[in-house]
Each structure stands twice: as C-alpha cells, then as structure tokens.
C-alpha cells in the first residue's frame, strides 16, 4: 500500500514534526485525516518452523514475521528444519510464506530459543528471567552476553541452556 490512513493524529504534534505524514480528505466522510507511508525496511530475519528446498517457508501466524518479510526489500529466515515441499503443509497456528519473498534461508534448529517457536517449543522462561535480571544495568548485560553469547558455540549453548533448563535438544539435528 502506498499510505495507511491514520486517525487520532489532527491538532497534535506530529504534525510539526513529522512532514511525511500528511493530511487528505477523506473520499467518504469529506473529513481530513492523516496518511502516513509505509514501513519499508532494507531488511527483515525472522526465525520459522520449516522450509522446503525451494525456499518457501511455513511460519507462525501468531507473529507479524509474514508481515515483515512481505514489507522488506530482502528476507532471511532461519527454521527449525527443512523438509521436503510435499511436507511443507501449514497446521493450526501456521501460515505459508512464499520462496517470492525470501532471500536466504538458514537451517537454525531451536533459533528462537529462548522465545518460542510454534508448534515446536515454548518459551524458556528462566532463561528470559535471567536475561532481565542481567539487563538492568550495563555490567549484568555484559555478564550476562559473556556466559551465553560470546565465543560460544552453538553445541556449547545448547549444552549450558538446554541442559540447565530442562529443554531437550531437538532430536535428529
């Protein structure tokens, strides 16, 4: 879409600040309402739960990750799996994605961790306690990045976050 009508927005200050919002009359009540662009990123990465060989990918449909890779100019996706494209069926709580829209696609078993991924695990959530914990101050974010990010290698964090969590590594990966 080239605009999106906005409404809410008349007598405030977006209207000095921001000069690519505009106002339009509005072709059905006559009234002026504000029109602001769309969002165009460079880029959108988003994690799902599977993809074909040919690139298209089925991805929650609870996330605005089709949204975002729909809006992009270029779209990584990192998925649980590959799978081959006549198992590429979208279940309750799913949506397909179209190769058209993607770029790259990176084979990232348990790439939400510690969000979760749809129909596939839930939220680690004394991983993300302790990640809110350590990010209320400067020290506890570094802390926290260099006993879970930094040099770890992806066995590594799987053995440190999916063993101490109780989250079983995902099986045949």
Do not use: Q
Not at 47 to 68: F, K, T, W, Y
Not at 88 to 113: C, Q, T
Not at 123 to 135: G, M, N, P
Request: glycine fraction near 8%; charged fraction near 20%; proline fraction near 6%.
């Amino acid at each position: 879409m080239p605009f999106l009508p906005i409404l809410g927005f008349s007598g405030t200050d977006y209207e000095k600040v921001r000069p690519d919002f505009r106002k339009v009359v509005d072709p059905y009540s006559g009234k002026e309402i504000f029109v602001v662009p769309p969002i165009l990123p460079d880029w959108a990465v988003i994690h799902a739960i599977r993809a074909d060989g040919n690139g298209n990918v089925v991805c929650s449909a609870r996330e605005s990750d089709r949204l975002a890779a729909l809006a992009a100019k270029r779209t990584i996706v990192t998925v649980e799996e590959v799978v081959a494209a006549e198992g590429l069926v979208a279940r309750p709580g799913e949506i397909f994605l179209s190769a058209l829209h993607i770029d790259l696609v990176v084979i990232a078993p348990r790439g939400a961790h510690p969000g979760a991924c749809v129909n596939t695990y839930g939220i680690d959530r004394a991983h993300v306690e302790k990640y809110l914990a350590a990010s209320k101050t400067a020290a506890g974010f570094h802390a926290y990045l260099a006993e879970t990010v930094i040099g770890k290698t992806e066995e590594a964090y799987r053995a440190t976050e999916c063993g101490t969590t109780g989250i079983a590594a995902p099986t045949g990966m």
